[in-house]
């Protein structure tokens, strides 16, 4: 009953920017933490940002501090990431992710960074 879904990804060229959106759906949005990760081919997954339900606490990766921000709308059970200044090695599928006993994921939304 869980169901995440991200959208918003694309190619762009390098030192541009995309907003990606994840829609929640199934529980109590505001209750959980979420999060966003992302996996580049041949690459493990990993965090790229998170933030506690009411936007309270926010994490990001060392990789991303300053160019990435993540947010969300408890109105609209939507979590957020805005990148810019966007570097080729940002290329990666991004997901959504929230931990309901076990993690829980969407299905990726691929962004290209790439002149």
């Known amino acids: 009953q869980v169901q995440l879904v991200e959208s918003g990804g694309g190619l762009v060229q390098p030192g541009g920017s995309l907003k990606l959106s994840c829609a929640a759906s199934?529980?109590?949005?505001?209750?959980?933490?979420m999060r966003w990760y992302r996996q580049a081919l041949g690459k493990e997954r990993e965090l790229v940002a998170s933030i506690t339900g009411t936007g309270g606490k926010i994490n990001y990766a060392d990789s991303v501090k300053g160019r990435f921000t993540i947010s969300r709308d408890n109105t609209k059970n939507t979590v957020y990431l805005e990148m810019s200044s966007l570097k080729p090695e940002d290329t990666a599928v991004y997901y959504c992710n929230v931990v309901i006993r076990f993690h829980y994921w969407g299905q990726g939304t691929q962004v290209t960074v790439s002149s």
């Open positions: 199934g529980f109590t949005f505001s209750s959980y933490a």
